[in-house]
């Protein structure tokens, strides 16, 4: 597809079980993002990949957290034994964040829709 | 826990009335700035961009505004509809080494449109 395709866009999980959350971005995309976005708040930043770089980590909130991607396609974000405070939104957005001779170039981020964790 | 800090300010508008949306960046080196909007159940959506060598955009009913001296943009939209009720983002582009960019997401206001 042409967008940001996130998987699943629903996911209820027992407290103490492993999930995982996939994330296709746009082709091309060097950048991906994930975020965590509780029920009427804001983005809460987790994650950043940017090509071959060394992933920035500093959102993860603890070490139940882990995301991997592989070269610039899919994402998976990974929580182990969830508790019922990781329930959220979990969004990811790609971008092209590469320098063009000098200028920033065009870095706009993709949303995809989300999904919808909920812990029980 | 409950993360306090982000909670979303809350702006009231009158349809019909302009809105303007407010947001602080961290990074005087920032070069790059874009506003989202986020629809309920939505991922957030591109508005506007707007790149440091400019103070003033407009596009269709809505302007962004850019303050390097004091690292503030703002967003305004003109004669607000229902359709604008949304959490607006305002996002940074920052160098963030080795030839790449990375965007940071500010915390977001949440416009409601009384009709």
């Known amino acids: 597809g042409a967008g940001v395709s996130q998987s699943p866009s629903n996911k209820v999980t027992e407290k103490g079980k492993d999930v995982e959350l996939r994330c296709d971005p746009i082709s091309g995309h060097t950048a991906l993002y994930w975020y965590r976005q509780r029920l009427g708040q804001g983005l809460e930043f987790l994650i950043y990949f940017q090509g071959n770089s060394a992933p920035d980590k500093s959102g993860l909130p603890s070490d139940r957290f882990s995301a991997e991607r592989t070269g610039e396609s899919v994402s998976t974000l990974t929580i182990q034994r969830t508790q019922q405070e990781d329930s959220a939104v979990y969004l990811c957005?790609?971008?092209?964040?590469?320098?063009?001779?000098?200028?920033?170039?065009?870095?706009?981020?993709?949303f995809g829709q989300g999904t919808r964790l909920t812990v029980v | 826990g409950e993360s306090v800090g982000l909670h979303l300010p809350t702006l009231s508008v009158q349809e019909g009335d302009n809105s303007i949306i407010n947001c602080a960046y961290s990074n005087s080196a920032s070069d790059y700035f874009i506003w989202y909007k986020q629809e309920s159940g939505k991922g957030p959506q591109f508005i506007i961009d707007?790149?440091?060598?400019?103070d003033k955009r407009q596009g269709q009913r809505v302007t962004v505004l850019l303050n390097k001296t004091v690292k503030h943009l703002s967003l305004q939209i003109a004669a607000t509809q229902p359709g604008d009720s949304a959490v607006y983002f305002c996002a940074e582009n920052l160098y963030s080494g080795a030839g790449s960019y990375q965007l940071t997401f500010g915390k977001g206001t949440k416009l409601s449109v009384i009709p």
């Open positions: 957005a790609s971008s092209l964040a590469y320098v063009l001779a000098g200028w920033g170039g065009n870095t706009e981020a993709f």
């Open positions: 707007i790149r440091s060598n400019m």
